[in-house]
């Protein structure tokens, strides 16, 4: 059944229909149950590691609306192809997604944005719940399986020899994500927690979309975390990070890619040769270069 409920209003994540939802508590193995902290971290894990991080689908459609701005993300459209193991989703798609989910289950949320390389150009979702606030990001790219308290105390995550961690600055209303790099902090992403106006998402939004502006449509990229190892896929490179260390390996063709998207990522439906095709027409074209009239 398609959802045709506006996916916000006045900034605010709209709930799902019945139907949607079920079906959403379906796929991620849960049976929903009143607002709790147990029942949201209960969520996050499953949602990680049951949605892919990709941006198949956001190369595909940028290619099947090539002028214009890109339309939002369908919610119907995006259930469906987590359903048939069809896709995953980035930040936009994901966070939207699960915003409107912990509305309908009770909980108070709504989308914030971050900047890691343009403003705007991050979403992630805050939630309220027995009176505390979490930052749940599971647009993120990384093994964080878990709500982020943001009473003030910096949290620190080290999983599968990658660390993260979350700290208050003195931006009233901000919190920072660094990322273990070369065995020094750096400063990854700034979060504003107020929620987001839907300009600015959109301005972000649309921004990704344009071919070559940003990773989403210069790169072929995806990340499958589990309670073992991650996977990342870097255009032909795969890599795959564990407590041991990390390796890597190059797909020699179109046909490894196909066979990595189901046996790695669990996706078998996944059109990532129609991907690659549009990656590399994009790749003819100038840095930035779009055909979008905003």
Not at 12 to 17: D, G, K, T, V
Not at 144 to 168: A, T
Not at 247 to 257: F, G, R, V
């Amino acid at each position: 059944m398609f959802d045709s409920r506006p996916a916000f209003a006045a900034g605010r994540p709209q709930p799902l229909s019945d139907a949607h939802t079920d079906r959403y508590l379906a796929l991620l193995g849960l049976d929903g149950g009143p607002p709790s902290r147990h029942q949201l971290a209960a969520l996050v894990r499953a949602h990680v590691l049951r949605v892919p991080f990709e941006n198949v689908t956001a190369l595909l459609r940028r290619r099947d609306h090539p002028t214009g701005p890109a339309p939002q993300p369908d919610s119907d459209a995006l259930l469906t192809a987590w359903e048939g193991r069809a896709g995953g989703g980035v930040c936009f798609e994901i966070a939207m997604m699960v915003s409107r989910l912990l509305a309908t289950l009770g909980y108070g949320a709504h989308l914030v944005l971050g900047q890691i390389s343009l403003p705007f150009g991050h979403q992630a979702v805050v939630v309220e719940v027995g009176g505390r606030r979490y930052l749940v990001d599971l647009g993120n790219g990384a093994p964080i399986f878990e709500p982020l308290p943001l009473d003030g105390q910096p949290v620190e995550v080290h999983r599968h020899g990658l660390s993260f961690r979350f700290r208050h600055g003195d931006e009233p209303d901000a919190l920072f994500q660094d990322r273990m790099i070369d065995g020094a902090w750096k400063q990854h992403c700034r979060y504003s927690l107020a929620p987001a106006a839907d300009a600015d998402r959109d301005a972000g939004y649309q921004h990704h979309h344009t071919p070559n502006a940003s990773w989403v449509t210069g790169s072929l990229t995806m990340v499958r975390s589990t309670d073992t190892e991650v996977y990342s896929l870097k255009d032909a490179v795969l890599t795959r990070h564990t407590e041991h260390g990390k390796s890597a390996d190059t797909l020699p063709d179109e046909a490894a890619y196909q066979r990595m998207a189901a046996e790695v990522y669990g996706l078998p439906a996944l059109r990532i040769g129609d991907a690659l095709a549009v990656r590399a027409a994009f790749s003819q074209l100038g840095a930035g270069s779009t055909t979008t009239r905003r």
